[in-house]
């Protein structure tokens, strides 16, 4: 395949899969799933879980990179999430609006945006490391590139609305965060032109690459949004939100799961 023709099938396609899980993941969120926010959240849960246990982690192991290694840079991810936390730009109030907690009105939900937006830091790093394979597959093969485009496309329209729902929850105004998520997502073309240049030198890279982006999904679901599903109903429906919960991390799990496997068919 001419270098030209790689350089235009690449670019097309990093910047197709951005569009596309954009324009989809936001349609689904906003006109259906939107309205259900408070529930979406544990699927959010699910589905960023699911991408970092099922697809980031094992991909960065299976890679031949040292299993030692990769744990420490996955552990000096954590707390470097942490860390980036506790800077003013990217700090997030735990507090929502009422909870007691005297405020002026609407500062919660602007806390609340910028714990959102953090989450958009991993999926940058996981886009970018996705647009390094596509460029890889491109220079194997026009049909393996379109592959790895497809099997890419597939896993990211759920991570994308995994993505939305944080946002939304967050009080983030739609076209903000859709351009947040564009901003976000340019990063698979920025990682396939640099795959393109410096594949060899960079491909050493993506495991490590997988890893950090492994370590914001897990720091996201575990320190900012299950402690949001334990907070106390008013209502007293403990049991019934449970069993809700339950079963929409399950089902976040389950796509992620399926569309993996149909992607490796």
Not at 103 to 122: K, S, T
Not at 145 to 156: D, K, N, R
Not at 192 to 202: N, P, Q, V
Not at 215 to 223: E, G, R
């Amino acid at each position: 395949m001419p270098v030209a023709s790689v350089i235009t099938a690449t670019i097309a396609a990093t910047f197709g899969v951005g569009a596309i899980s954009i324009a989809l993941a936001a349609y689904l969120s906003f006109r259906l799933l939107g309205r259900f926010v408070n529930r979406m959240v544990s699927f959010s849960i699910g589905v960023l879980l699911a991408t970092a246990f099922l697809h980031l982690i094992p991909e960065a192991f299976e890679s031949g990179a040292s299993l030692r290694n990769l744990c420490a840079v996955m552990l000096a991810g954590l707390f470097g999430f942490f860390f980036l936390e506790k800077i003013a730009v990217y700090r997030h109030s735990h507090h929502f609006e009422g909870d007691g907690h005297h405020h002026a009105h609407g500062h919660d939900a602007h806390e609340a945006g910028r714990g959102g937006v953090f989450v958009l830091v991993g999926s940058a790093v996981h886009n970018f490391s996705d647009g390094i394979v596509i460029a890889g597959a491109f220079l194997a093969s026009p049909w393996i590139g379109l592959a790895a485009t497809l099997s890419i496309l597939a896993h990211e329209i759920p991570h994308k609305i995994g993505d939305f729902i944080v946002l939304i929850n967050a009080h983030v105004p739609k076209t903000r965060a859709v351009a947040y998520a564009s901003i976000s997502s340019s990063s698979i073309v920025v990682g396939g032109l640099i795959g393109l240049a410096f594949l060899e030198r960079i491909t050493a890279l993506v495991p490590y690459v997988l890893v950090v982006a492994a370590a914001n999904f897990l720091y996201i679901s575990l320190s900012d949004l299950v402690p949001q599903m334990h907070r106390i109903d008013p209502h007293g429906h403990r049991g019934r939100d449970t069993v809700w919960q339950a079963a929409l991390i399950a089902a976040g799990v389950v796509v992620v799961l399926v569309l993996n496997r149909w992607a490796e068919a």
